[in-house]
């Protein structure tokens, strides 16, 4: 049976695309617009000036690009650099992957810091790698500030502290993708040069927009940079918000209601209390692993994310069987293990727009196994053996 | 704070309106049409044949009223009735109390037969009622198959064998609201003469229309009775059925289309299988209940209904509370308890659209107490007591 | 083809249901909610606030009744009148005549007074019927605001001022479906009973809410009126206002929310203003009707109405085969003649949510024959005459 | 008074973004969903296969991308050439201008050629182009179909038909963002290499879909071309197209489900049907601008487009103000004039979800001035000048 056929709703948990607010799917259920009628251009100012506070900026150019993340990282990165440009960038997972792999096609001489997935960036091979470059042949500093497939946050602030302490110029580029909006982020202290995000993510609206801000700094690194951009190119942006029409192309008319739905929600809870939800659900989905046996895949507590929680299964069990059988029998999608760490982890998505008895449903599941239901099995060979839950009430 | 403006969504399980599924609620966003267009018609009349099968009959003839539950109430009696006559009805709760009231107010001779609230009616009194009744004077028996207040399930086969026994032509009149396509009906198996439901029950429509079927000899009675309708009256339905306009007054179009949706979800999913659902989630939260040590309204097994639960509280706790509690606390919806009732039990309403995961969820948060949450509190004057729950794998 | 499914969309101009704005929309596309939170009474009272500002009543009471225009009738003559009460009631079109009927079947002792469809109520009638009644045998004086079958308004001040006139005591009953939100309705200054619209009219909602309002006058009355009422028994409204919960039986959700919307686009943009648009398309339409060679049904200027345009088509035409025409080769809706004036009219709806260009482009396609397009035929032997359209800019 | 909060609906005629049909927009309304459940890949399935006859092509791949007709364009050039080719480009209005200018920001060596705007693409140039070139330099040909800026559809077979006469292996690259849906489209027949277009144009779908098809000859010239390009190669979408689970990145689920049922539609209604209702709506707007006596930019009848006119405004007059005042008057959503031909034109769209009393309304109020309302004024000095319409019926 389809279980997106099936009754009742389905269990969204994977770590993006996140469940979206009635309110703003009320706000999007509209016809299209003329986005050059004098409506638009003054939502848009509006939508430009409130985007910043989700960055914590104040002096940054923000742009609302209909793209995706991957779209986003392009205009970051081809806005500020050039072929032959040597940046650091982390390897700690999937996604910190796939952009060192876009750096690597863009003609970049990147500097590839690994780590064993789990774990954060190696702030101490940055520290080093700083302390060398006297000549600042750095030109850019990538990292992701929370990678998506391991669940694990890096520490910003220790890396703007590098950059400050060996006085070096380099530009400071963040994908934010998995954390703004969910996770405590501040553009302008940290002195980010440019920060990212999509839509689809802790904005909890649907997938379509890319979210870029860029530091004056990286303003004006992009009318140097030489990488060759057409779609992604900032000029082509800064030329309409001149001319206050804010369009070279056409927006989405029901993604800028929905953007503007999605900010009133978040001020109007405040996002300082936004953050202390995200680690209230965290620190919940957490204990829970802990109460199933099970490991976090994220080796220290101090790469904890509250975004997304990557949960190590026994060596005899396929994970993406778990999510399989999630998706069937439950209605419930779980994120799936990619590349290094496919079959080996699950992951809970647990940002954007949810809350206490949202997220509880999806923890019982997993490590509750009523009537006929199987989630855990032995080993591949053995027969399927039952996990139990007792309810003791004390 | 106001939970409903809270991040996340609302977690709805009193016993009506229900969970409206995502389809229906697309199939519903829609402009008016004019309802005399060829179009409305056409889809009316697949609409009166379809709805046949949630009474299981093929004989009765459906009437879609705009109008709620009492509404269909006042529609079942006062087409197949006369003031004067004597009618035998239970009063079981709070819904079955109501019906009766209006009985009473039609000027009817009602024959009110109690039970104790949590017991099912007592179909001995009505076996001696018949028994005595050679001269017919009782002209309808009516009954809740399914008291919402109590969550109580009648045993309508034994009315109609008792009815069967004693040879008795009163017309069988059953307020199916929060049975209807939750539990199994069967209107021409039983003999019912009229059942009815609302569309924000177990079909999971917004609330507005009353579904009323009446049998063959319900529609020969409404020639004679004498109760004074109008805005009720089948006569001006069937009117407009000879002459294929189906409406003597102007339908909701949204509802129409609702109820195709909402139609079309149950007879995809297969009515016994949606029936056997309702049994699991139904089983599930007497589970529950038993497990966080709390008692049943329902006072034997004979009566358990597979739509409601009411679940009574320790007499120091005010039921009231955990309702309210739920809905600051936790975005959640339960069923406060009624009349007789009233602080001593609340309410899960588990029919409709629902699924495993969403009821767990419900489940989970009524006896399990983290964080600084306290649900139930030992007494009003001790210090909260926190329920823990232990999570025990083996 | 059926034009329901084809490209483009629906043009409605029945006289209700009324288009319904895209913000109204928007706001009932929810999930259902628990009414017994404290979110639906809370919004409730604003609602039975503001409602009293479209009858610009003050001391009126207002009740929101899950039902019809024809359920609304039902509510004002049960609550205030009592079996064999002599009523003057007007027959001028199928509304009005729909409303004595039911007047009859209620038992009253109705005095009708008829006036030819096309024509408004006889005032003059009124007035010796008043004088005659000195003894006050009269309890109801019943009227439409608004005949929506043919396009007439009647003079409610007139009425008022023959009733002080005579300074006789009988109720004023109002019938406002096709008038209120659209027509300068004044029930506290022209001292009007009970008022009563349907949410489907000029509050362009879905159909579904009755809309009654009732005076100190009538709620005094409804004290002792006889006539038998369940469902729209006033009583069980009150009883329920006095405890803040609002609903002595469930509300839809989705039309409380939409109720709200649809207030609030109201004031907006001005009751006044609301009034004058309606006057302006409805002068539009007179005009456009006249061009065409036509005549309106409304037999002299006072009785025009700014709602409805009943067009009055040669004797050689079925009325009936323009709507049918409009409806599969425009997906244009236009009202039937109706009953005495059934194929002798059709009938421009011009209420609610519209403004120019939604009405040019019916009236356009009525007068004007393009391509292979014939809309009205020379006589029904004759072979079809092009009607044509010279656009002549001077 | 801003219209779009004004009662009534807005009439939207610019040439993109169009209508939104009420079944898409009701298909969209949705959460997000997990793109990599089983059910997102079985649905893009059938949308890469169905997708494909929009572009009558069998052999064809298309590529769905998170992005606009701009980005489009970049996918279309970057995946098949190289800084430094040479290419062939029409410059007949503001959008083949923008997307040479894009070639020259990505190296290419572009031969332009331009033509006055209102007139097509200068075919004889190209096959003297054609001719010369025995060497086989000039790498593509680009042109739009349909000049959205001037309503002038270029001749697509000549193209194919110069190209084939001097044996030429150019590419032919082809921006059908204006054209494909509502224009004859025959990527297979021409021999089309890489055609494209936009959801939001006759799609009728929301922004944020740019579509791409690429003939086998374009995906082998992908495989050498060296155009640097990141979120725009189509290398990922093969890559995950053979893993069956078709998406690199995050697609808008929104957008997937209103694809499909954008396609529904347009496959119920036929595509040559949709093509001639083109045709029949453009007809009648080419008719009006000539009865309102104003001049078609479009010089010649080869190059009438069915999905955009452009209309020339009397030198007096400055067309962004007709512009301006059809939206704060009417609701009424025209094209401004771009570029070259800013102030001189207004711009009809009559593309996408359209029927014949939608664009009537549009027709009628431009030239036709009723009440106090003036659309055109005599010069800029003079006094307002009435425009009048006088209906004659003959």
Not at 46 to 53: G, S
Not at 291 to 308: F, H, I, P, R, Y
Request: hydrophobic share 40%.
């Amino acid at each position: 049976m389809d279980y997106v056929n099936a009754p009742g709703r389905n269990h969204l948990f994977v770590p993006g695309p996140v469940n979206v607010p009635e309110s703003v799917l009320r706000a999007m259920n509209r016809n299209n617009e003329d986005y050059r009628s004098p409506a638009i251009p003054a939502m848009t100012k509006t939508l430009l000036e409130d985007v910043k506070k989700i960055f914590k900026t104040t002096s940054g150019t923000p742009f609302l690009i209909p793209t995706t993340g991957t779209g986003a990282w392009d205009s970051a990165l081809t806005n500020t650099l050039s072929p032959g440009d040597r940046t650091i960038s982390f390897v700690i997972g999937q996604f910190s992957l796939l952009w060192v792999d876009q750096q690597q096609r863009l003609g970049f001489n990147v500097d590839v810091v690994e780590s064993e997935w789990g774990r954060g960036a190696d702030l101490d091979v940055l520290a080093s790698k700083l302390a060398e470059d006297t000549a600042h042949t750095i030109k850019a500093v990538c990292i992701v500030h929370n990678e998506t497939a391991t669940g694990v946050t890096n520490n910003l602030a220790a890396v703007r502290k590098l950059l400050d302490h060996y006085n070096h110029p380099a530009l400071f580029l963040v994908d934010g993708v998995s954390s703004i909006c969910a996770l405590d982020f501040r553009m302008d202290e940290w002195g980010v040069d440019v920060a990212l995000t999509g839509s689809q993510k802790a904005l909890s609206l649907p997938t379509g927009m890319g979210i870029v801000c860029a530091s004056p700094k990286a303003l004006e690194a992009s009318k140097t940079a030489k990488s060759v951009r057409i779609f992604f190119d900032w000029k082509d942006y800064l030329k309409f918000y001149k001319m206050g029409t804010y369009w070279p192309y056409t927006p989405s008319i029901q993604l800028l209601y929905g953007l503007r739905a999605a900010l009133d929600l978040l001020f109007e809870e405040g996002l300082e209390n936004v953050f202390a939800r995200h680690n209230r659900l965290a620190t919940a989905t957490r204990l829970a692993v802990e109460a199933w046996g099970l490991k976090n895949c994220t080796q220290s507590e101090e790469w904890l994310s509250d975004t997304v929680t990557a949960v190590v299964v026994p060596p005899y069990i396929d994970s993406a069987e778990i999510v399989r059988r999630g998706w069937q029998r439950y209605n419930l999608s779980l994120g799936l293990g990619l590349n290094k760490v496919a079959g080996k982890v699950f992951r809970i998505g647990h940002l954007g727009n949810l809350n206490e008895l949202m997220l509880k449903d999806k923890l019982k599941v997993l490590g509750y196994s009523d009537c006929n239901q199987i989630i855990l099995r032995e080993s591949r060979e053995s027969l399927p053996r039952v996990y139990c839950v007792k309810l003791e009430i004390s």
